[in-house]
């Protein structure tokens, strides 16, 4: 903007929240006399419907082009004062929350510098905003067509889900068969329905729907574009086809990983897996066996893998089948744990009503298999008897560990989401999106998150299917207003920004002037992570720019900077904690001054550096706590940079000890008081 700023600063009471500790009055009197301030005000709630009739009414009467607010946190209320500014014809972009009862007021009651700590938070904020420069919203038109890759239970059920909405539907199976593990199953508990049946009675439902198309022995060949524009590649039959897709769902579902060379896999035939003996109930090839023994957690609960989650329902459904069909037959679970949840207890008592037999062995102890005769001998020690008993067996069924398919290792690359060890794909969020990938429209569902039943690979299926059909339905998805963007004179074309972008966001194009970095805001989060990659500072980030936030750093340090302590907080995960210390009136010294950035990915090391150049005391970089970060790989490159910076600190002369990084959750409150309050004994602040 080349007109001069004209910054409005409100600041709230917030009842006696803020005004029963902060001297707002001297606040707003303070923000007075800041530089670019036209006007500084107060109210007891601004965040009121009459308030914000009196922003907007400000906004227009004097002039104002840049808004501070000053009152509780922006994780819930910015999106509520950016709606004022727009009503008011003021870019939402030109706004500055401003945290004084969260970080201030609610933890430091009865502290004096409450107020001046207040002061310079305002200062802070103050000075960010005159920087601002407005920010537009993209908005991207969405189709009605969706590709769903996988045809077992979750990828039918999500086809046929989004078809009943009048969806067009590109269902895409590698095999030459619809149904996926369900054609291996004999029946799917906890309702014993014949898994045969089920299976039919999907099959059917996508013949007679002419919403989706079924494409068999077909792969994806490659995947472009972005929500609402994917154009995904499938070869079938030798022939490459190119979908149209508005939004993606992944449901390539699990298998059973052998289990070479434990309890005797593959050294005696009479030793089979769980799948292996549903292939022999559907079948009846039993044969004589009269003495079942099944083992759980065979190559699960061990290092590097957890519980397979499903192992116990399906232990206790053959079980069943077996005693169903041999009442006879003497049939042992042996197991560590029972995992069962809800209902399936009721499950399970029907189980042993039927005679068949537990037996718990302990972590550490696993049972051993050894030929005897014709047979088998099962040796296991028995928690309850506490001694090794024998079982003889006729049969041994491991319930092994659960894998992701095989060809999750090339689709991973094609669609740039992350996938465990064993090949279970990540979703964005375990607790706020559990259904989606980082990029904006790729879903996934059912096993290929990790091993689950039927029933709930169906039932996630259906909220997948929704999930999708949501841009679908509203015709557009709207990207990011603050997106990274390059300034193509100082590029060079290294393409170290493009490497770093955790979602494909920056492209390299030919220019007159060579190759140059382009930012695909459609697909830009914002993130920042970007920014402190490139070493001519040619890429930078709306509303968290290189020079707003050192515009913050000098605010911040210009009066007695070697009492303080620097925070940079991601927003989703790092603030979350020092809100929730706040809301739990948790106190802490307040030498610290927090300063806002959606990821700690953006956290430039040479802003770290200018801090300890400007006098600060400490600096604190705080992120999302591992393996988890909002932004994929933010808190990843967070730590490596900063590890890198330590001994930069140190050759100029700054205790490398200065430096502090911790890795919250956002239910974090307590953890982030103490870190504060650590880091102020250890640097002499406390106070």
């Known amino acids: 903007m080349a007109e001069e700023p004209r910054v409005g600063v409100f600041i709230c009471r917030c009842g006696t929240n803020i005004g029963g500790v902060v001297d707002v009055p001297a606040v707003v009197e303070y923000a007075k006399g800041l530089p670019h301030v036209a006007l500084a005000d107060e109210g007891r709630w601004i965040c009121s419907a009459d308030y914000l009739g009196r922003i907007k009414e ?31 014809g003021l870019n939402p972009y030109l706004l500055e929350f401003v945290s004084i009862r969260e970080q201030c007021s609610w933890v430091h009651r009865g502290d004096p510098a409450a107020t001046e700590k207040a002061k310079e938070l305002v200062k802070m904020g103050v000075a960010k905003a005159a920087l601002l420069e407005p920010a537009e919203e993209v908005k991207l038109p969405v189709g009605r067509e969706a590709v769903v890759i996988g045809g077992g239970a979750s990828g039918m059920t999500a086809s046929l889900a989004l078809a009943s909405q009048g969806f067009k539907v590109y269902l895409v199976e590698r095999t030459e068969r619809l149904g996926g593990l369900l054609n291996e199953l004999s029946r799917v508990a906890p309702m014993d329905v014949e898994a045969s049946t089920l299976l039919k009675g999907l099959v059917e439902r996508l013949e007679a729907s002419s919403g989706v198309e079924v494409l068999l022995g077909a792969e994806v060949e490659s ?4 929500v609402g524009s994917f154009k995904v590649k499938v070869r ?14 992944v449901a390539t579902g699990m298998r059973e990983v052998e289990p070479t060379g434990l309890c005797g896999y593959g050294s005696h035939p009479n030793v089979i897996t769980q799948l292996q003996l549903e292939g022999l109930l559907k079948k009846g090839g039993l044969g004589e066996a009269r003495r079942i023994v099944m083992i759980n ?24 089948h077996l005693k169903e069909l041999r009442p006879e037959a003497e049939v042992y679970i042996l197991y560590r744990d029972l995992n069962l949840r809800g209902m399936d207890e009721l499950y399970l008592r029907r189980v042993l009503e039927l005679g068949v037999k537990l037996l718990r062995y ?19 020690f028995d928690l309850e008897l506490g001694e090794e008993v024998e079982l003889p067996a006729d049969l041994v069924v491991l319930t092994v560990a659960l894998a992701g398919d095989e060809g999750v290792e090339r689709l991973k690359g094609l669609l740039k989401v992350s996938a465990s060890p064993d090949r279970f794909l990540q ?3 375990i607790k706020l999106r559990p259904l989606d990938f980082y990029t904006d429209g790729v879903y996934l569902c059912g096993a290929a998150r990790y091993p689950k039943g039927v029933r709930e690979c169906m039932e996630e299926a259906l909220g997948t299917a929704m999930r999708a059909s949501i841009p679908m339905v509203r015709g557009y998805v709207e990207g990011e207003g603050a997106v990274a963007f390059v300034d193509p004179a100082a590029c060079v074309g290294c393409g170290l920004c493009m490497k770093a972008c955790p979602f494909n966001a920056i492209r ?20 920042g992570i970007c920014a402190p990659e490139c070493p001519r500072r040619a890429i930078d ?3 968290f720019t290189n020079r707003q936030l050192l515009a913050q750093v000098e605010a911040a340090l210009e009066e007695r900077p070697g009492e303080k302590i620097l925070a940079f907080c991601c927003h989703w995960c790092a603030l979350g904690a020092a809100d929730v210390a706040g809301v739990s009136r948790l106190t802490y010294p307040s030498n610290v001054r927090i300063i806002r950035v959606m990821c700690s990915g953006r956290v430039d090391p040479n802003l770290v550096l200018k801090a300890f150049e400007l006098g600060a005391a400490g600096v604190l970089v705080a992120g999302c706590e591992f393996p988890t970060c909002h932004y994929a790989s933010g808190n990843y490159k967070c730590k490596e940079r900063m590890e890198k910076l330590k001994p930069k600190l140190a050759e100029r002369g700054f205790s490398p000890e200065r430096l502090w990084t911790a890795w919250l959750s956002a239910a974090d409150g307590p953890k982030f008081a103490a870190i504060i309050k650590d880091m102020a004994a250890k640097l002499g602040l406390a106070r």
């Open 508 to 527: 390299l194009k030919e220019h007159e002037g060579g190759r140059k970095a382009e930012v695909v805001k459609a697909l830009c989060k914002g993130c």
């Open 297 to 320: 957690c065979v190559g699960s609960r061990v290092e590097g893998r957890g519980c397979c989650s499903v192992g116990c329902l399906t232990a206790l459904k053959n079980a069943k």
């Open 58 to 88: 400000q906004i227009v009467k004097q002039g104002l082009n840049r808004v501070v607010v000053a009152c509780c946190t922006p994780r819930t209320h910015e999106p509520i004062f950016r709606s004022a500014l727009k009503e008011a």
């Open 223 to 226: 995947v472009e574009g972005y």
């Open 427 to 429: 979703e964005a969020h």
């Open 362 to 380: 302990p972590e550490g102890k696993p049972p051993k298999v050894e030929p005897r005769g014709r047979g088998l001998l099962v040796k296991a």
């Open 236 to 249: 079938q039959q030798g022939d490459v086809r190119e979908l149209p897709a508005s939004t993606i769902i």
């Open 541 to 543: 980030v709306i509303h």
